[in-house]
T-cell receptor, first 113, second 114 residues
């Protein structure tokens, strides 16, 4: 167990509705990340955080926002969900000896109808 | 800039046979290299990593990989495949500094045939 959880694990929503995914870590790691996984694309970075209230964009950030008000929680929000945002979303933190490795949560499968 | 190429989106091996999953990378700085495994409906689990030092790295479940700078490769091997090795494997490259940008390959699904 990597000490990271995601909620919900599955969600089905309608186009145009807002959606928030939550990532929670228990080990006080500074860096956290949100990725999406799509067939043929591997994992692509959406946003990352390097501390409370410190966030920045990744390579596929359009349509997504994030917030980090506490070290342990990193939220991903789809302001107005679209079908192209149907994906599996993974959260990760940077840790390990040397803080050189990303460890992943179990994922959230999001379907936008 | 950094990138990862995994050769073969699907690989099939017989149980007991050698597993070889190929990964080539490009990086403008000395790379950190990783292999992750993903079982169905689960997150990515670290198999092994190379940062500095010994170029042959051993990981969990009997896997190992060798960093070959001259070939820009980091192939994953296991001498004898188990049915439980059936999963998707991702190679990744990262920089050491900053926010640690990680670039993932597109994955290789390993099928183990009894």
């Amino acid at each position: 167990d990597a000490g990271i959880t995601q909620s919900p694990r599955h969600k089905v929503t309608e186009t145009g509705t807002p959606v928030t995914l939550r990532c929670h870590q228990t080990e006080n790691h500074r860096y956290m990340y949100w990725y999406r996984q799509d067939p043929g694309h591997g994992l692509r970075l959406i946003h990352y955080s390097y501390g409370v209230k410190d966030t920045d964009k990744g390579e596929v950030s359009d349509g997504y926002s994030v917030s980090r008000s506490k070290t342990e929680d990193f939220l991903l929000t789809l302001e107005s969900a679209t079908s192209s945002q149907t994906s599996v979303y993974f959260c990760a933190f940077r840790g390990g000896e040397g803080a050189d490795t990303q460890y992943f949560g179990p994922g959230t499968r999001l379907t936008v109808l | 800039a950094q990138s990862v190429t995994q050769l073969g989106s699907h690989v099939s091996v017989s149980e007991g046979a050698l597993v070889l999953l190929r990964c080539n990378y490009s990086s403008s700085v000395p790379p950190y290299l990783f292999w992750y495994v993903q079982y169905p409906n689960q997150g990515l689990q670290l198999l092994l990593k190379y940062t500095t030092g010994a170029t042959l790295v051993k990981g969990i479940n009997g896997f190992e990989a060798e960093f070959k700078k001259s070939e820009t490769s980091f192939h994953l091997t296991k001498p004898s495949a188990h049915m439980s090795d059936a999963a998707e494997y991702f190679c990744a490259v990262s920089s050491s500094g900053g926010y640690q940008k990680v670039t993932f390959g597109t994955g290789t699904k390993l099928q183990v045939i009894p």
